[in-house]
Structure formats: structure tokens, C-alpha cells
């Protein structure tokens, strides 16, 4: 099937990129990811919510052509990176006559990104409402879900609301109704997309509290028929309470750094902590991400190299950093051979992480019974810490 009904007059016409592997060159894409779009038919006007990356935009066009959409009246653009607003132009070529309805920070992009006149655009403000008869569209800004001007358009009849980027998830799925197993790749999604801006997260659930929702209508991945599942995932990931979890991601080069990543992993299970254990080099960042969304405890385990830190942990202690877990405490296990840089290096590098920064590990060589023994007094300090804030028993 080509398109699918979320209500009378409401069906999702948007693509998917089932091959997609990464999302700004930078986020892999295990299960590629969809662009949703939706066409709400009023007695009078047309709307077709969100547009598609461009690359695949020959979907859109053939799900409009054999759902028989003649003429959209409106083009809703809830958020103006390219994904959803890419293929703007090329409706509006399509559908002669169609206005860009969006908001005024929105709008000022699609100039910039797409082109788009100042003729072909409606400029709206917060709560208005569009009257396509029948079914009546209105806007609820959303700023920093996750840019400045994301917005979500609520349709009032049939309790639907299309929150674009928000409750989203990078899947190609045959259906995008089967949204059972939501939970992971929503979440992998919340982490890289949204985690930055858990305060604005929190901020919005707040506001569209005030909409008794029946659907969730995201324009990446699953449609939620059972809308309190994402809501209350999204409440937790975005609330500061942090879970009795440590995520120990290290690299390695000639086994010492492993050897102690590994001796640490151990000695944190030993003292009932939950371990996410990651090699670094070949990991899935967004895995990592993921686990960082709940984890009180990040340590990064790396060597010197190169009179700094391993380029390639940089890379992960980077994106960590620009994600700005919640994470409570940090910490580092490091090797060197002659001279010890890496820790200065991660200290320096993890400016935005809230957390207090517990005691380093670093051993000259292979790990000795010194190193093991400080080990020990780290996944104590730890255990402590974590009973501190009364995560763990
Ligand atoms: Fe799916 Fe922020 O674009």
C-alpha cells in the first residue's frame, strides 16, 4: 500500500530511504529512516503536512499522484531543514497556486535554504488556526525541538497531532503503524537529536499537555496510535534523574587501556552497577549515544598517542560532549609510554558535561597491581557516588 488512512481524509504520503547509512554524514543510520508527510482533505482546502528529503522525492510525488491529490491549497512546513522542507520547491512547481504556511523564523530559512518567495508564503503565529473545511489545522510552536523554529501543527477534528523531528525515529519500516517496538529506535533518535535540548523538550511536553492527543504523527519513522508510550519515554529521557548505569567507552592499542577497561567493566558489575561496554574503535555512536541518555556515569578509557588523546576517542568524547548528557560523574582510564596527555585532553574536552570529575586512572605501560588497586578505588568511588544520589542500594 501505498499510502495509509490515520483518520477520514487524513493519509501519510511521505518516503522512504531504506538505504540511507547516514544522517549529516555524521549519525549512522542502522534501519535508514523515512520522511513522513501527510495530505489532510478538508471540504475546501488541501494540506499536505511536511515535505521529503529530495533524493527521494519521486515517492512523494507518486504517493500524491495515486492518492489523486490534484491541488494542495497549503504546504505546512513544521521545521525548515532540508529533510522536510528540501522538497518545497518542487511541490510548489508541481501544485501551481500552493502557499507555504509557517511560521516567521521558518519562513526567513525556506528563503535562505530553498529559495521560497515571499509570494508563496503565509506567514502564521502561535495558536492561529487554518480552515480547510471540516478540518481545521492549528500551530503550537515548539522552539528547539531541535532548531529554533520547529513548530507543530495539531488537527483539531480528529486529535492528531504532526510534530515533525519531535517523538520521531530513523526507521524504514513496511508499516509505519507497527510502532510495538518503538522504544529503541526512538530513543536512539531522542539521544542524537534531542538530548542537547532536554530543558526545551520538557518545556513542550508541558505545552501540548493542553491537546488530548489520539495520534502522534512524527515526520521520521513510526505514527503512534498509543501516543502516552512516547510521551512518557520522552518525560524520562528528559527529566534529570539518572539511572545506576556506567557507560565505559575505550580504545586501544597495544592492550593496556583495554585490559583496564575490561578490569574496571568487571569491578562496576561486582558493585551492582549496570555496565554499557564499548571498544571504540568501529562502535556506532549513536549506540553509545543512546546509552549515555540514562547513564550516571561516563568514563572514557584511552591511551596517548600522538601527544594528546587517541583522535579517534576525540571523535566520541566530542559528540559526547555536544550531546550534554545528563551524566552525573566522568571519569578516565588512560596508558601511556613516556609522557601522559590524554586525560588533560579529556578534561578540556567535556566543558559541557554538569558532572563532578572523579579521580583519573592512568598506568606507564601495562596495568600492575598499583593501577588494578586504584581501579578498585574508582569503581568504589563510583558505587558511592551512585548510592549518594540513591540510584543504587
Ligand atoms: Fe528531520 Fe531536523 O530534520
Redesign the pocket.
Known sequence: MFEKKLAENVISVGAKHWDRKFFDELIPLPDGTT?NSYIVRGTGKTALIDTVEPAVMDQLFDNLKKAGVVKIDYIIAN?A?Q??SGSIPFVLKSYPGAKVVTNEKCASMLKDFMLVKDEDLIIIKEGETLELGGKTLEFCFTPWV??PETMCTWLKEDSILFS??FF?SHAATADLFKAEHFYRQAKRYYAE?MSPFRNNVRNNLVKLAKFEIKIIAP??GYIHLKPEGILNAYKEWSAEEVKNEAVVAYISMHESTKKMAEYLREALIDRGIDVHFFNIQGADIGEIAMQLVDAATFVVGAPTVLAGLHPVAMNVVYTANALRPKTKFISMISSFSWGEKATDAVKAALTNFKAELLAPVVSKGYPKENEFRQLDRLADDIASKHRAIGILK
Open positions: 520522511y521545521h531543514e529533510d522536510h531541535h532548531w515533525c523531528d520521531g537529536i515526520s521520521h
